[in-house]
T-cell receptor
């Protein structure tokens, strides 16, 4: 299995809703990432999990809450989002954080629309 | 100042034409990656270049890493509509293990 699977593919939520994005990989990778991408722009790093521990938080607002239940799963919990948070949310993994030099495997993303 | 300066930002060409995308920096890197992203999908890793002066080929795509490991280029020969997408160069690490930093991207459109 050489994939990163993200669900759901599309999500529309109101500003008072609580929702979660899910990411799963079975490649034995020990580093997992959340990125945010606006249209026609490069991805921007949000969080890095290294061996199931949060190692980088790029000053992301607390309305985004990551969770890594085990080495295969990564969640992003969403609460009280703003319309400007609408974007493509990408999950990625690499064998180790140090192994990121060799490249990431990205999921297909969740297209989030906040109304 | 961007760590990686990617150019051009937009490229619109006819099928069969050749093109080159550039990724430049004032910093030296141990490696550099190229990704292609199609609309509605995540980026897909095309290649990682590691050695200064290295040239890698992937069918009609040729990737080069500068001798000083500060720059890279992607050349596509005889572009096809299926090459349409966002092309991204990226570098990893520094003191932030795991972090990938991307160039601004090149949006390529190949018209039939």
């Amino acid at each position: 299995d050489t994939e990163v699977t993200q669900t759901p593919k599309h999500l529309v939520m109101g500003m008072t809703n609580k929702k979660s994005l899910k990411c799963e990989q079975h490649m034995g990778h020990r580093a997992m990432y959340w990125y945010k991408q606006k249209a026609k722009k490069p991805p921007e790093l949000m969080f890095v999990y290294s061996y199931e521990k949060l190692s980088i938080n790029e000053s992301v607002p607390s309305r985004f809450s990551p969770e890594c239940p085990n080495s295969s799963l990564l969640n992003l919990h969403l609460h009280a989002l703003q319309p400007e948070d609408s974007a493509l949310y990408l999950c990625a993994s690499s064998p180790t954080p140090q192994g990121a030099w060799g490249g990431y495997t990205f999921g297909s993303g969740t297209r989030l629309t906040v109304v | 100042t961007q760590l990686l300066e990617q150019s051009p930002q937009f490229l619109s060409i006819q099928e069969g034409e050749n093109l080159t995308v550039y990724c430049n920096s004032s910093s030296v890197f141990s490696s550099l990656q190229w990704y292609r992203q199609e609309p509605g999908e995540g980026p897909v890793l095309l290649v990682t270049v590691v050695t200064g002066g290295e040239v890698k080929k992937l069918k009609r795509l040729t990737f080069q890493f500068g001798d000083a490991r500060k720059d890279s280029s992607l050349h596509i020969t005889a572009a096809q509509p299926g090459d349409t997408g966002l092309y991204l160069c990226a570098v990893a690490g520094g003191t932030s293990y795991g972090k990938l930093t991307f160039g601004q991207g090149t949006i390529l459109t190949v018209h039939p």
